[in-house]
């Protein structure tokens, strides 16, 4: 075999290599943006489909904060991959107007039991999302923790408050022990609560407590 042919054929094996290195670098630079885009899809959806839920007056600074930021890096990461997708625009709007949303808490009584269950569950739904997100380097630390704490106290507030509608419903009733019951579960989730609002909310609940005891004659209990 002539030098001649001998370096036409290492060339040419050459650039098959090279061909098929760059082939497969391109399918794993696809499946990787492929991926990202999937993540980024799934993670807006499953943000605004739990909002949905969620009165916007329980929805605090530091929840709106954690999840406008998390949603921005995703929008961005779909903007990046795919401009033209289709849902694009209705995330961003959706994203803006979460981003104006005000940031003060309100004080929100759900006054439907259902919907005060599809709100927890909502919130424990965004609270494991942000954590998730902290843990997959998505979301930062310090707001991460601020707006999965928020959540997860939202959902405890609104756990006090299916317990001490409970109370009233069997209170309307005559059933004042079972009333009894569902006030003292009310009263030990407050502890569980931000100190102030755990004060206010426990406060409240002393007097439907002393109300109660003294209707089903039992010695207040401490």
């Not at 001649?4 to 050459?14: K, Q």
């Not at 954690?66 to 849902?87: D, F, K, Q, Y």
């Not at 001490?164 to 309307?172: L, P, T």
Request: net charge positive; with cysteine; aromatic share 4%.
């Amino acid at each position: 075999m002539t030098e001649a042919v001998v370096g036409f054929a290492v060339a040419a094996l050459a650039a098959g290599l090279g061909w098929g290195v760059y082939h497969l670098l391109g399918r794993r630079k696809s499946a990787r943006q492929a991926a990202r885009m999937s993540r980024a899809l799934s993670t807006c959806q499953a943000v605004f489909t739990a909002l949905e839920h969620v009165p916007d007056g329980l929805i605090n600074r530091d929840l709106r904060r954690g999840l406008v930021l998390l949603l921005n890096r995703h929008v961005a990461t779909l903007a990046e991959i795919n401009p033209r997708h289709p849902i694009l625009h209705t995330l961003q709007q959706q994203l803006h107007s979460l981003n104006r949303m005000p940031s003060g808490f309100q004080k929100v009584r759900i006054r439907d039991k259902q919907k005060r269950k599809y709100a927890t569950l909502a919130l424990e739904k965004l609270a494991k999302i942000l954590r998730d997100a902290i843990a997959c380097k998505d979301l930062a630390q310090k707001p991460g923790d601020l707006a999965r704490a928020s959540a997860t106290f939202i959902a405890q507030q609104i756990a006090v408050e299916n317990a001490r509608q409970a109370a009233r419903d069997a209170e309307n009733v005559r059933a004042y022990q079972k009333a009894l019951n569902f006030a003292y579960q009310a009263r030990s989730l407050c502890r569980q609560l931000p100190p102030l609002m755990a004060k206010s909310l426990t406060e409240s609940l002393a007097e439907d407590i002393e109300r109660l005891e003294a209707q089903y004659k039992q010695p207040v209990r401490t």
